[in-house]
Nanobody, 117 residues
Framework: QVRVAESGGGLVQAGGSMRLSCTAS?????MGWYRQAPGKERELVAS???????DYAEAVKGRFTISRDYAKSTVYLQMNSLKPEDTAVYYC??????????????WGQGTQVIVSS
C-alpha cells in the first residue's frame, strides 16, 4: 500500500508564494494535487504522469508549477501570485497502474492553504 506524506501549507498574503511537497513511499506513475474549498467539490489543481507533460486547471495556469523529483518520489507544487480564491485544503495523490484498465489512488491527509486579501 502506497503512503504519501505532505508538507507545506499555511497562511500567506495575496500575491505571495508557497510551495507544497508530497513524498510517496514507493515509485508511482502519477502524482498531483487536488484542492477543496469550503462548500465546494474537490477539484484537480495539477498532476504529472511519468513521461507526460503536466496537466493544470485553467484557474492556476501561469501561476502554479508542478514538478517531480523521481529519485525521491516527491512532487512539488510551486504556487505564485496566490489569490484569496486559492484558499482550500490541498490534497496530494499518488496513482499506481494495476493493469490496463485499473488504477490505485492514494490520497494524502490534506494541507490547509489560506490566502488573505
Amino acid at each position: 500500500q502506497v503512503r504519501v506524506a505532505e508538507s507545506g501549507g499555511g497562511l500567506v498574503q495575496a500575491g505571495g508564494s508557497m510551495r507544497l511537497s508530497c513524498t510517496a513511499s514507493e515509485t508511482v506513475t502519477v502524482m498531483g494535487w487536488y484542492r477543496q474549498a469550503p462548500g465546494k467539490e474537490r477539484e484537480l489543481v495539477a498532476s504529472i504522469r511519468t513521461g507526460f507533460s503536466p496537466d493544470y486547471a485553467e484557474a492556476v495556469k501561469g501561476r502554479f508549477t508542478i514538478s517531480r523529483d523521481y529519485a525521491k518520489s516527491t512532487v512539488y507544487l510551486q504556487m505564485n501570485s496566490l489569490k484569496p480564491e486559492d484558499t482550500a485544503v490541498y490534497y496530494c495523490h499518488a496513482d499506481v497502474e494495476i493493469n490496463d484498465s485499473s488504477w490505485s489512488r492514494t490520497w494524502g491527509q490534506g494541507t490547509q492553504v489560506i490566502v488573505s486579501s
